[in-house]
């Protein structure tokens, strides 16, 4: 009855937070399944930020209630950020549901399972769901222990199989955001915003470069924020660059790349970061939310476009090869044609390679909940499509001047079809290419040949790299 699989929704943060939650859950002993039609324990990892997401994992859980029928002991958890958003009235939609454990509880994950356990063992009738949605001081400290792919890989046995290193991972560096965007859930979901101490991320991404990974992606609601209260500047220099220089000093660690900054924290001394540290991939996800100064007031976002293209450029003065990705809400209320056609101008204007464009999803309890001038579906869906279009032309743009150059990319191992082997270039684009399994891990010049809309397909371009 040890069996868990975790069924992850929403962002990076979100994977991270599984497989924390997993890492912690072995070490008690479970057993971690990639099906979860052989688990005894489901635990749905949740995201709040928009009405999609949470109603995704509702029907989900209310779906899984059946499986109690025939399967009495199933225990069925609700983790995480809609955990943390609704708290025990899931239970009124969703009785079934043993555990509710929210964002800063991830870390008694395995003492519930286990009491769950030892109760259902002698008998005992649960009366009651256990449900934990407490703050705890300290608590973003909790994430930082790793599952990695070659420990999968011996748990199951991985007799004859090619056991690959994984080669990237994610890093906790923050939890929380303080911000107040008039949209967000976060803030509710995921409390203040607290930082974990600098040199314990450091000997994190120290043992994961000693494990084989190369590639680190730090991950925060707010990064550019990163330490601010615990750290102070050094000569101009912030404390989150101060720590994209000490990860930069890991040997064996390749390509760092980070997610999310906040436009108005990013200032010059992470421009001029891109210009002395090698290591950083020169891609960088800058949420804009909106092109219009009117909007972006209502929306709480302390920026103008003037500012936001002033970082676009300013990073494209340092690295002109420079890869952008944003995130955007259509339809927030009150936003007019004259508004939208601002973000249009600017989402082209910065020439994105990737973007999440999101149609504003109402979210109780955030300040835009209650402003007039809604606006309709078919509106928000028209504008949805128009930037899905533009980014579509910027991303083939962008792509055929890729074709035919050589682009540095990290080997991370087989494709979907297991034939070839998959990587991905500075810019975070995929790339698919015959190789030897010994190349994973490895940095390899690639020559791009031919594309399709979302992968690039190359042959390595050293004579004598495959040896
Ligand atoms: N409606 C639509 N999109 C939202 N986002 C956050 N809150 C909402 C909302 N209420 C988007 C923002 C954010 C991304 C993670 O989700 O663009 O950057």
């Known amino acids: 009855m040890n069996r868990v699989h975790i069924k992850t929704y929403g962002?990076?943060?979100?994977?991270?937070?599984?497989?924390?939650?997993?890492?912690?859950?072995?070490?008690?002993?479970y057993r971690m399944v990639a099906s979860e039609d052989d688990c005894d324990v489901l635990l749905l990892n949740t995201c709040s930020v928009r009405d999609a997401a949470e109603q995704k994992a509702i029907g989900k859980a209310a779906y899984l209630s059946h499986r109690k029928k025939r399967q009495p002991d199933f225990v069925i958890g609700i983790l995480g950020c809609m955990a943390q958003n609704r708290g025990a009235e899931l239970l009124d939609k969703l009785p079934d549901v043993d555990l509710i454990v929210g964002t800063q509880k991830f870390h008694q994950v395995?003492?519930?399972?286990?009491?769950?356990?030892?109760?259902?063992a002698a008998g005992v009738p649960i009366s009651s769901s256990i449900v934990d949605i407490a703050e705890e001081a300290g608590s973003q400290n909790t994430i930082r222990d790793h599952v990695l792919a070659q420990d999968v890989a011996a748990a199951s046995g991985g007799v004859g199989e090619e056991i690959a290193p994984q080669v990237s991972a994610f890093v906790s560096i923050q939890q929380g955001c303080?911000?107040?965007?008039?949209?967000?859930?976060?803030?509710?979901?995921?409390?203040?915003?607290?930082?974990?101490?600098?040199?314990?991320?450091?000997?994190?991404?120290?043992?994961?470069?000693?494990?084989?990974?190369?590639?680190?992606?730090?991950?925060?609601?707010?990064?550019?924020?990163y330490g601010r209260r615990d750290y102070v500047h050094t000569d101009?220099?912030?404390?989150?660059?101060?720590?994209?220089?000490?990860?930069?000093?890991?040997?064996?660690?390749?390509?760092?790349?980070?997610?999310?900054?906040?436009?108005?924290?990013?200032?010059q001394d992470l421009v001029e970061a891109y210009g002395r540290l090698p290591k950083l991939c020169g891609y960088v996800h800058l949420p804009m939310q909106s092109g219009s100064n009117r909007i972006l007031r209502a929306m709480n976002r302390p920026y103008t476009r003037e500012r936001y293209l002033e970082i676009v450029d300013s990073l494209r003065a340092v690295r002109p090869d420079m890869y952008f990705s944003t995130d955007i809400i259509v339809g927030f209320p009150g936003e007019t044609e004259?508004?939208?056609?601002?973000?249009?101008?600017?989402?082209?204007?910065?020439?994105?390679?990737?973007?999440?464009?999101?149609?504003?999803?109402?979210?109780?309890?955030?300040?835009?909940?209650?402003?007039?001038?809604?606006?309709?579906?078919?509106?928000?869906?028209?504008?949805?499509?128009?930037?899905?279009?533009?980014?579509?032309?910027?991303?083939?743009?962008?792509?055929?001047?890729?074709?035919?150059?050589?682009?540095?990319?990290?080997?991370?191992?087989?494709?979907?079809?297991?034939?070839?082997?998959m990587g991905r270039t500075r810019g975070n684009r995929v790339c698919v290419f015959d190789a030897n399994p010994r190349l994973i891990g490895q940095l390899v010049p690639l020559k791009i040949e031919r594309a399709s809309v979302s992968t690039l397909y190359g042959e390595l371009a050293l004579a004598g790299v495959e040896g």
Do not use: W
């Not at 962002?11 to 002993?29: F, I, K, Y």
């Not at 220099?237 to 990013?266: D, M, N, W, Y």
């Not at 973007?355 to 028209?382: C, H, M």
């Open 338 to 421: 004259e508004d939208f056609a601002e973000t249009r101008e600017l989402f082209g204007r910065a020439n994105y390679d990737m973007a999440y464009i999101f149609k504003y999803s109402i979210r109780t309890g955030t300040p835009a909940a209650t402003l007039g001038d809604q606006i309709p579906d078919e509106v928000k869906e028209a504008r949805n499509a128009e930037l899905l279009g533009l980014l579509q032309q910027n991303s083939l743009r962008r792509t055929a001047t890729l074709i035919g150059t050589v682009e540095e990319v990290l080997v991370e191992g087989r494709d979907k079809t297991g034939e070839r082997f």
């Open 11 to 29: 962002c990076q943060m979100n994977e991270r937070d599984s497989e924390a939650v997993s890492a912690m859950l072995r070490a008690r002993g």
């Open 110 to 120: 395995p003492d519930y399972l286990d009491n769950i356990r030892a109760a259902r």
């Open 236 to 267: 101009g220099i912030s404390p989150f660059v101060q720590l994209l220089e000490k990860v930069s000093a890991i040997e064996g660690i390749e390509r760092i790349r980070f997610t999310s900054p906040h436009p108005r924290g990013f200032k």
């Open 178 to 225: 303080n911000m107040d965007c008039a949209f967000c859930i976060v803030p509710k979901t995921r409390g203040d915003e607290r930082s974990r101490p600098m040199d314990d991320i450091v000997a994190e991404c120290r043992a994961l470069a000693n494990r084989g990974v190369r590639e680190v992606t730090l991950l925060g609601q707010i990064v550019t924020s």
